[in-house]
Structure formats: structure tokens, C-alpha cells
């Protein structure tokens, strides 16, 4: 019923940039914060950054912060986000995910109700 899927992920060299989009069906998009995480083999999920129901409030982990921008177009059910000097630690799979219950973006992974499949980011140097 609800699903989130990922798309643009890819394999780029350190310092490129990379958009990825995931578009939700199955929920009123406009009532969940949405959010990203990713993680690297071995690796416990982490936060990206999140964003607040009409984009007001926007969060990042520190790592990201200055080169990841989160979005979102309510009318396309989409959040995207637009990574840019991407750096080799940044590769891992991708994914977003959605929120009902929380008033801010959350940095927890157990605060989210729906999650994407994933989309692989591998940044080479």
C-alpha cells in the first residue's frame, strides 16, 4: 500500500554531485516528515537530514552539512536530496523515509513508519 522508492543514486568521482528523489504513494505526503539515511556495509543506519511537512524546518547531520540540501514538492508526493562534493565517506545505500508522529525531524531510525528500498551512492576517489 505505501511505498517509497528511491531513484538516481550512482557512481561518481569525489567531488561530483548527485540528486536523488524518492516519490511516496499510499500516504498523504503532505502529513509526514520525511527523512534520509544511509548506510555503509557494516555500518549502523544513520541520519542524512530531514524535513518538516511544507520544507519550513530542515535538518542535517554534521558530516553533510553544507553540501546536502533536502527538499520536498508536496504536489509530486517527492523529497529529494541534492548532494554536492560528494567525498568517498559519503558512499553507502541511500534511503528515505517517513514520519507521522514526530514535530521534527527525527535522527532516529525508530521514529520513521515507512522506509524505501534503497539506492546505492558509491563516490570513488
Known amino acids: 500500500q505505501v511505498q517509497l522508492v528511491e531513484s538516481g543514486g550512482g557512481v561518481v568521482q569525489a567531488g561530483d554531485s548527485l540528486s536523488l528523489s524518492c516519490v511516496a504513494s499510499?500516504?498523504?505526503?503532505?502529513?509526514?516528515?520525511m527523512g534520509w539515511f544511509r548506510q555503509a556495509p557494516g555500518q549502523e543506519r544513520e541520519f542524512v537530514g530531514g524535513?518538516?511537512?511544507?520544507?519550513?524546518?530542515?535538518e542535517y547531520a554534521d558530516s553533510v552539512k553544507g553540501r546536502f540540501t533536502i527538499s520536498r514538492d508536496n504536489a509530486r508526493n517527492t523529497v529529494y536530496l541534492q548532494m554536492n562534493g560528494l567525498q568517498p565517506e559519503d558512499t553507502a545505500a541511500y534511503y528515505c523515509?517517513?514520519?507521522?508522529?514526530?514535530?521534527?525531524?527525527?535522527?532516529?531510525?525508530?521514529?520513521?513508519?515507512?522506509w524505501g528500498q534503497g539506492t546505492q551512492v558509491t563516490v570513488s576517489s
Open positions: 524535513i518538516t511537512w511544507r520544507g519550513g524546518t530542515s
Open positions: 523515509a517517513a514520519d507521522r508522529t514526530s514535530r521534527q525531524p527525527a535522527r532516529a531510525t525508530s521514529a520513521y513508519d515507512y
Open positions: 499510499g500516504l498523504r505526503f503532505n502529513m509526514y516528515i
